[in-house]
């Protein structure tokens, strides 16, 4: 069966000071890989997905990037976080056509 | 513009009664139309999903109803249990896109 990790569950990190969150899925090959942020309060906002290795599209203008090294891997990065960075990150996987995503358990990031 | 949306933040039902959940969408280019739970610090489940073609679609307890006319999804839960307790988020997705756009979520809680 098919599982998604993501790592870390929490990260405490200062202003100013670079990011990378990790994302693997295991027992499916070539899936869609989503990387999404809830705000406090908030729903599911879509920040980047990649249908392929090393083919990524933006959602939103803003101060993170995304990468696919691997099939399976998916990483979201910063180069210096924002105080507005603050929030719970979660990646996801699909399979084509009408399929639901899958997601991981969660990064909760608080800057500080 | 908030093209899928959940109006009600949140819920309360009284446990075994039955728990109806509604989402309602603008764009009528939405063909695959889901629903997914959420506990706190974890990741959204996948519940049940519907395609376009379709205005009903039943697994176990729990029924979705798609009304294209009135660009309306509803989740309908029965008997409902505490464990059903969770935030809800229904989600939408183009025709021919791999990416779904989420309402707002709302909370139920299920009353003893």
């Known amino acids: 069966s098919q599982t998604i990790h993501q790592w870390p569950a929490t990260l405490v990190q200062p202003v100013g000071s670079p990011l990378s969150l990790e994302c693997t899925v295991e027992?499916?090959?070539?899936?869609?890989l989503y990387w999404y942020r809830q705000a406090a309060g908030r729903g599911l906002q879509l920040l980047f997905y990649s249908v392929g290795i090393g083919q990524i599209s933006s959602e939103v203008p803003q101060n993170l990037s995304a990468s696919r090294p691997q099939d399976r891997q998916f990483i979201l990065s910063s180069k210096k976080l924002l105080l507005s960075d603050s929030g719970f990150y979660l990646c996801a996987w699909s399979l084509q056509g009408n399929q639901p995503q899958h997601f991981g358990d969660g990064t909760r990031l608080s800057i500080l | 513009d908030q093209q899928v949306k959940q109006n009600s933040p949140s819920l309360s039902v009284q446990e075994g009664r039955i728990s109806i959940l509604n989402c309602d969408y603008t764009n009528s280019m939405f063909d695959y139309f889901l629903w997914y739970k959420k506990y706190p610090a974890e990741g959204p489940t996948f519940l049940i999903s519907i395609s376009s073609i379709k205005d009903k679609n039943e697994d176990g307890r729990f029924t979705v109803f798609l009304n294209k006319s009135a660009k309306h999804l509803s989740l309908h839960i029965v008997p409902s249990q505490p464990g059903d307790s969770a935030v809800y988020f229904c989600?939408?997705?183009?025709?021919?896109?791999?990416?779904?756009?989420f309402g707002q979520g709302t909370r139920l809680t299920i009353n003893p």
């Open positions: 027992g499916t090959s070539n899936p869609n």
């Open positions: 989600a939408s997705r183009f025709q021919g896109a791999q990416k779904l756009v």
